[in-house]
């Protein structure tokens, strides 16, 4: 998993959807995707679907989600979608 900062975990299931994780203090070892914690050591675990993550990355982008690149010619949810699944 990603460790974005004050623990703090990002990562991509088998099925593409993606599990944001924030645990209460430093684990014990480094988690993976899979991963299970005791309910008192999570502040925060949700999983994210796939089609879902990729509009929130688009939407983040300083063109924003609905932009069309006519270079790729697709919007950019789409090209977040094909980099998610590559």
Sequence with gaps: MFHQ??????GRLPNGD?????????????PEVDTRFPAH?????????SG???SMVAAVTKSGESHYDTEA???QWY???DLHNS
């Excluded at 050591?41 to 679907?49: F, G, H, K, Q, S």
């Design 5 to 10: 900062a004050n623990n703090l975990y990002i």
């Design 18 to 30: 993606v599990r944001v994780l924030k645990l209460a203090s430093n684990p014990r070892s480094y």
């Design 41 to 49: 050591e999570v502040i925060l675990d949700v999983t994210i679907p």
């Design 52 to 54: 879902h993550w990729c």
């Design 73 to 75: 010619k697709k919007h």
């Design 79 to 81: 090209i977040a979608l």
